[in-house]
């Protein structure tokens, strides 16, 4: 095992966690779901890490700023470990990504709106039952309406 790692730098997990900005949990999570690649051990049991892993856990990071979900960083992992991807299939993927952020923004769109036409239809005074608010929210229920009375 030692000959395998001779000359390369290595690393123990809290190392990896620091120099990728996470926790070493996060590191043993992305091991689990195997997001990144099974380290070897030492004999003494500690495992060893490689620069491999720091970069691939900064590409889940950066991934899931972008809202890529983790299985989703998955897929996208193994196309890139795959040597006939294309670069195109990538683009689909980051294409589909959009899609799904393009429709988020327009629910929160819809949210918002609605939103605002509750707080603009409430004057802010009178009695909790008068509350057009709570009443869009409970809509026609029997203990909404007992809770308004």
Do not use: W
């Not at 294309?86 to 990504?97: F, L, P, R, V």
């Not at 959009?98 to 005074?125: A, F, H, P």
């Not at 009443?135 to 029997?142: F, M, N, Q, R």
């Amino acid at each position: 095992m030692d000959k395998k790692y001779e000359g390369i730098v290595t690393f123990k997990i809290g190392e990896v966690a620091r120099r990728a900005s996470v926790n070493k949990e996060t590191v043993r999570y992305y091991e689990k779901r195997e997001l990144i690649p099974e380290p070897d051990r030492r004999r003494s049991g500690y495992r060893i890490f490689t620069r491999r892993h720091i970069d691939q856990i900064r590409f889940i990071k950066r991934a899931q700023e972008l809202g890529f979900t983790l299985s989703e960083i998955k897929e996208l992992l193994e196309l890139r470990m795959d040597e006939d991807t294309t670069c195109s299939e990538i683009k689909s993927e980051a294409q589909e990504k959009y899609q799904d952020v393009v429709e988020k923004i327009e629910d929160l769109q819809r949210i918002k709106n609605t939103l605002v036409d509750l707080i603009d239809s409430c004057t802010g005074e009178g009695p909790k039952g008068d509350c057009p608010i709570l009443g869009a929210l409970e809509g026609d229920s029997e203990t909404g309406n007992q809770l308004r009375q």
